[in-house]
């Protein structure tokens, strides 16, 4: 499983002694580490969201493991120095995304729930709230068609927003995850993309998510 470190440990004391390797890079469907990844990301920055109620578990598998492999679903993740700082999930098939979501995995989604609902029986009341949310989007997409653009969730660790680590090092890695999704819509003649149904919570620019 990865691990995180401390947040003090992971900005660089010095920015003036350089950065070192950062890289934004597209997370491959069986790649499981980077999917432990993310998924805790999601659970450590995103936990608003009604999906995230369910547990980490039904997050990695359900939200991004199962439409990445499906081929309905992205998902970039930004490093500084070899740590996670951030990532978004992008979808040029929003309509297909949502409908599916549940639909073509609905066997793995009822284990997973299972075995999250054993771990905390507090997730049973959850339940009901995720399905509305699941039924809403569908409902709110009836009339539209893919293809259509959507950042489906963003966002990144604090200690990379800070004044002090911008102008230290020049990044906004907010921005470039936007900016990475945004190119790969442009490419596939996508010119605008929507987060019409993500809530964002402390900062919009760094923090939204759908699911």
């Not at 900016?179 to 996508?190: K, M, N, V, Y």
């Amino acid at each position: 499983m990865a691990v995180f470190k401390p947040a003090e440990e992971m900005v660089p004391k010095s920015y003036s002694e350089g950065m070192g390797v950062n890289r934004l890079r597209e997370v491959e469907p069986r790649n499981q580490r980077d999917l432990e990844t993310i998924s805790q990301l999601h659970m450590e920055l995103l936990n608003f969201g009604p999906m995230a109620r369910l547990g980490e578990a039904f997050i990695r598998e359900l939200c991004y493991a199962a439409p990445l492999r499906d081929g309905v679903l992205r998902v970039a993740l930004y490093e500084v120095e070899g740590r996670p700082a951030g990532f978004v999930a992008y979808t040029p098939r929003s309509i297909t995304f949502h409908r599916t979501l549940l639909r073509n995995h609905w066997t793995s989604a009822v284990r997973v729930l299972m075995v999250s609902m054993l771990r905390d029986p507090r997730r049973l009341l959850r339940l009901p709230r995720a399905v509305r949310v699941v039924f809403s989007r569908r409902a709110e997409q009836d009339q539209s068609k893919d293809p259509l653009a959507e950042i489906v969730s963003l966002c990144v660790r604090p200690e990379y927003l800070t004044p002090e680590f911008v102008r230290g090092t020049g990044l906004r890695i907010g921005d470039e995850l936007v900016s990475h999704a945004a190119s790969h819509f442009a490419r596939a003649g996508l010119r605008t993309a929507t987060r019409s149904g993500c809530r964002t919570k402390a900062g919009a620019a760094s923090r939204a998510g759908c699911i």
